[in-house]
Every structure is written in C-alpha cells, then in structure tokens.
C-alpha cells in the first residue's frame, strides 16, 4: 500500500459494500473485509492500492489488525436480516442478527481505535431505514439496526477526535433486498430501489466533507420507491 489515506471495508465482496470500495479506492488505499476470498480477490485487481483482508468477523481478533497502525476510514458495510414474526423468531435468530450487525462491529472498531484515533479518523456505520422505524416481521433486525444507531451515538461522544457518521439507505438492490423481496412474495423491482453506487455515493460524501464537517448522520430513500 502507499502514502495515500487507508480504508477498511466490511461486506466488500459484493453490495453496497462493493460498491463504498470502488468509491473510494480513486483516493484511497483499501483493505477489502469480507468471506468471499475469491470475489475479494477479484475486487481487489480492479482497484489498485487495494488488497482482500478475509476475515470472519464475528471472530475477529487483535492478530487480524496487526500490523494497521494508521487508519483514516472504516466502513461498517456488513450485516444480515432474518426476516420473521416475533412468535416465530427463535433466539439463535436473534443472537446471530445482533453477533453480526452490533457486536462484530463493536469489536472491530474496539481493535482499531488505535489505528483511528493516530488518523483522527472516520467511522461511517452503514444502518438501515429500520434502523428508524420498525415495521411488522422485522423485528430482531431492526432491533439490532437500532442498537447499531446507538453505538454510533455512543462512540462519536467518547472518541470526540473521530468523525462518526450513521448512514440509512431505504431499500437499495441488493442480494439481501432479493431475499426480502422473496420473504414478502413480492416481485425483486430493482428500478424502485436505491442503487448500491448510490449509496456508495452518500457514504464518500460523508468522508470527502471539509475538515471542519462532522456529517453525524444521513438519511437516503429511493425516489417514488417504498418507504420502509
């Protein structure tokens, strides 16, 4: 890697994840986070001055950030929904939801402050409009969207150095949004939807603020798309 400011991104190999690494891969070094060794792999020839970092992030530990000392950018892209009603939502499902898209990112971010706070860097937590509202068989991902929301508040009061920004796009065309689509028996009508460059887009603009910005938190919906 080079001089240039350094990146990490989670949910890399594909998605709005995919798509945050292509936007900032013209102005930064980027470390690719993701399981999908082969598409990182392939993501990672595309954009030069970046590398695939494979890692299970429910099992990340201090040897899988050694060696960042510096780290001016980290986007929590990863995370999963498990769509159900509440009578049918066993705890596994709602332990697994909240390991993944609260605790995982606690943790990451816990092992790279030191890395952050050396850049005065930027943590950009990728929520969800559930994040805001919760709707009827959303329940434990909303829940753990809501959590996400308060870490991000929590973290920007204690770490005053580092920029901290919430993002929540609307329903963007993804392979989640399919499952979605395919859990509601709906049509999967990606031309109502955000585009994962779309989102991709607001995140880079959160990071490319002046210096004297703090954008804290940002909300996106697909224009005459649905609204939850």
Known sequence: MTDRPKALVTGASRGVGAAVARALAPTHDVLLGGRDEAALAALAAELPGSRPWPVELTRVTAADV????RLDV?????????????????????????EVNVVAVAELTRLLLPALRAAGGHVVCVNSGSGQRANPDWASYAASKFALKAFADALRLEEPALRVTTVYPGRTATDMQRGVRDYEGGEFEPEKYLKPETVARAVLATVTAGPDAHL?????????GPVN
């Open 74 to 98: 980290l986007v929590h892209s990863a995370g999963v929904s498990v769509l159900g009603r509440i009578a049918d939502t066993p705890a596994e499902v709602w332990l697994r939801t909240m």
């Open 216 to 224: 804290t938190e940002l909300t996106l919906r697909p224009r005459g």
């Open 66 to 69: 050694e060696g960042v000392e």
